[in-house]
């Protein structure tokens, strides 16, 4: 089975709030009132499954955080996007598995273009899954070869 995206987003959250020594609080973006800034907002984006192959399924997905800040400092805001980017380093565990990212963007969203999202991108995940053979498992195999030599 894929990762479930829950795991996924709770792992990140995880890695966020360690980063910044849980001091700045996470936020689903269920959360619409009642949150306190300096906070991050954060959400798990996923492509549509793929079936490349009868018994294969691929997954990508990417976490993207937010940063709603007191007031606006540009400065402040790179330091957020390389604190976050040596928190992730190269992969999170996601339970005993590890999720491996492809790499990590920040862009200015918002009307004005001065709130800080930071993209990070993951690895595809393909997994094989079913039962490919019908027939009972070989147990002995006999070859025989024959060469040439020149």
């Avoid at 894929?2 to 990140?12: D, L, M, R």
């Avoid at 930071?118 to 024959?146: C, H, K, R, W, Y």
């Amino acid at each position: 089975m894929i990762w479930e995206i829950k795991a996924v987003k709770t792992a990140c959250n995880q890695v966020l709030g360690a980063a910044f020594s849980n001091e700045i609080p996470v936020y689903g973006n269920d959360t619409l009132d009642g949150y306190a800034r300096p906070g991050f907002f954060t959400e798990i984006v996923s492509s549509p499954r793929a079936k490349p192959g009868r018994f294969l399924t691929r997954q990508t997905y990417a976490y993207k955080i937010t940063y709603f800040e007191e007031e606006h400092d540009e400065a402040h805001c790179y330091d957020v996007y390389n604190t976050v980017c040596a928190a992730f380093g190269a992969y999170v565990k996601v339970g005993k598995k590890r999720l491996v990212i492809d790499d990590i963007e920040m862009a200015w969203i918002d009307e004005n273009g001065d709130m800080l999202q930071i993209t990070i991108n993951f690895s595809p995940v393909t997994e094989l899954g079913g039962n490919t053979e019908t027939a009972d498992i070989m147990e002995n195999l006999q070859i025989e070869t024959e060469s040439e030599v020149l």
